[in-house]
């Protein structure tokens, strides 16, 4: 009689991600520099990272885990929004 043998496959570790963006200001197009920028888990237990932009509005996040994940802008005198808001 012959036997079934069945192969395990490797299971493929998740890839990390680089989130990358430019803050700009909403009318005019002009970068925000000195932004600060956060990077927050949605799920519970999740630790949020933050940078801040560069003068060219410029910011980043490397080695980000698969997720779900918050990403928010606030600086002096702007309205602090985070992204996929929409304003009414």
Not at 20 to 31: C, F, L, M, R
Not at 64 to 88: I, M, N
């Amino acid at each position: 009689a012959a036997a079934l043998a069945f192969a395990q496959q490797p299971t493929e570790t998740p890839k990390k991600a680089r989130i990358e963006g430019k803050a700009v200001h909403a009318i005019t197009g002009e970068p925000i520099r000195k932004a600060s920028i956060s990077l927050n888990g949605a799920s519970a237990g999740r630790q949020g990272v933050s940078t801040v932009t560069d003068q060219n509005g410029a910011f980043f996040f490397e080695n980000v885990e698969p997720g779900e994940y918050r990403l928010q802008g606030d600086k002096a005198g702007f309205v602090r929004t985070t992204y996929g808001s929409r304003s009414q």
